[in-house]
T-cell receptor, first 114, second 116 residues
């Protein structure tokens, strides 16, 4: 069964460094999402992406964040200058088409900022 | 406006006894509702979903949930808890609006502890 994959599973970085989290959504899906979950807290929406542009973003998704679908298969989340508070689990999700409500989640990337 | 409330942050049951995890929602539109499970250090796994078909929804691992519009609830149940059910459970409400825009809201999660 097709599934969303994410790499790496765990990323450790120094404060101020740039990180890129990678996701490969399910191949025929059209809508893509990033969420984060700070340890012990609930899952929070970051951004949604459709037709090669951001369709919605939360207040968390500031200028330090960007998303890209560089080659038609990968969907990346970049954090330009990481802060300690960016440490979290980041989940990618994809959705097949308009009218389908279910999002399919990847296993997550745990980001640790030191 | 859309929100979801999980009434219990922690639930503890004995192995073999019933499980009830409570979820209430509010939505301006006819929502879809989901329950996801997250085992320690793992991703989110879909347990079951309600998308305006049958109000009693059966999911994986013996879980089921009943959509009650009059009570705006979507509680998750299982007749007999197993040790492997120990995890965190998230109730999620989703609405799709004009233009295909979808809003997804997660509850705060309920940690289920199963006592041997």
């Amino acid at each position: 069964e097709p599934e969303v994959t994410q790499t790496p599973s765990h990323q450790v970085t120094q404060m101020g460094q740039e990180v890129i989290l990678r996701c490969v959504p399910i191949s025929n899906h059209l809508y893509f999402y990033w969420y984060r979950q700070i340890l012990g807290q609930k899952v929070e929406f970051l951004v949604s992406f459709y037709n090669n542009e951001i369709s919605e973003k939360s207040e968390i998704f500031d200028d330090q964040f960007s998303v890209e679908r560089p080659d038609g298969s990968n969907f990346t989340l970049k954090i330009r200058s990481t802060k300690l508070e960016d440490s979290a689990m980041y989940f990618c999700a994809s959705r097949p088409r308009q009218g389908s409500d279910e999002q399919f989640f990847g296993p997550g990337t745990r980001l640790t900022v030191l | 406006a859309q929100s979801v409330t999980q009434l219990d942050s922690h639930v503890s049951v004995s192995e073999g006894t019933p499980v009830l995890l409570r979820c209430n929602y509010s939505s301006s539109y006819s929502p879809s509702l989901f329950w996801y499970v997250q085992h320690p250090n793992k991703g989110l796994q879909l347990l079951l979903k309600y998308t305006s078909a049958a109000t009693l929804v059966k999911g994986i691992n013996g879980f089921e949930a009943e959509f009650k519009k009059s009570e705006t609830s979507f509680h998750l149940t299982k007749p007999s808890a197993h040790m492997s059910d120990a995890a965190e459970y998230f109730c999620v409400v989703s609405g799709t609006y004009s233009g295909g825009y979808q809003k997804v809201t997660f509850g705060t999660g309920t940690k289920l502890q199963v006592i041997p």
